[in-house]
T-cell receptor, first 114, second 110 residues
Framework: EAGVAQSPRYKIIEKRQSVAFWCNPI?????LYWYQQILGQGPKLLIQ????????DSQLPKDRFSAERLKGVDSTLKIQPAKLEDSAVYLC???FGTGGTEAFFGQGTRLTVV | RKEVEQDPGPFNVPEGATVAFNCTYS??????FFWYRQDCRKEPKLLMS???SGNEDGRFTAQLNRASQYISLLIRDSKLSDSATYLC???????????FGKGTTLSVSS
């Protein structure tokens, strides 16, 4: 079974530029999460989707971050404009059913903002 | 108060040692509990779920104390390959996201 796919693996941008990350969850997984992991910290939830609907985006900095999962399958997370403090690993995860169960993570996108 | 708190360590132990990690959570309504393992520069992976009755998987034992809002992970006979960060994870209710602690770093040396 294929795992969660993310791209790109690494990205370096200058502050105030925009960037987009892509995620394709495990086939059949209704729930998709985006997490931000800053060095030395645990993953922090940015947004949770169930199919193509948003379940929780309370911690998403909506002035600069946006995410969509239009067809209920793959998802895109965008940052515009980026700040230095956005440097982190962006992890996509998916789970079967409505969430609250085991989540499977992709390898992440390591973003460096300079 | 943070939602999920863990001692960040690092815990430095020799091979064969027994080591225990503790975790506390703030929301008494939390429903599901997990330990995830994260190797350096890798993604988190499920190590084990934690059940009210406690559960064991080989050298790993997880315990849950709902009254004290406390979760533990015990690793017996530590191996070099156990070196990693161990993340304590809870969910508040069915359908909600996993809430992660900061992680506890374990380093096992020969």
């Amino acid at each position: 079974e294929a795992g969660v796919a993310q791209s790109p693996r690494y990205k370096i941008i200058e502050k105030r530029q925009s960037v987009a990350f892509w995620c394709n969850p495990i086939s059949g997984h209704a729930t998709l999460y985006w997490y931000q992991q800053i060095l030395g910290q645990g993953p922090k939830l940015l947004i949770q989707f169930q199919n193509n609907g948003v379940v929780d985006d309370s911690q998403l900095p909506k002035d600069r971050f946006s995410a969509e999962r239009l067809k209920g399958v793959d998802s895109t997370l965008k940052i515009q404009p980026a700040k230095l403090e956005d440097s982190a690993v962006y992890l996509c995860a998916s789970s079967f059913g409505t969430g609250g169960t085991e989540a499977f993570f992709g390898q992440g996108t390591r973003l460096t903002v300079v | 108060r943070k939602e999920v708190e863990q001692d960040p360590g690092p815990f430095n132990v020799p091979e064969g040692a027994t080591v225990a990690f503790n975790c506390t959570y703030s929301n008494s309504a939390s429903q599901s509990f997990f330990w995830y393992r994260q190797d350096c520069r890798k993604e988190p992976k499920l190590l084990m779920s934690v059940y009210s009755s406690g559960n064991e998987d080989g050298r790993f034992t997880a315990q849950l104390n709902r009254a004290s809002q406390y979760i533990s992970l015990l690793i017996r006979d530590s191996k070099l390959s156990d070196s990693a960060t161990y993340l304590c994870v809870v969910t508040y209710q069915a359908g909600t996201a996993l809430i992660f602690g900061k992680g506890t770093t374990l380093s096992v040396s020969s």
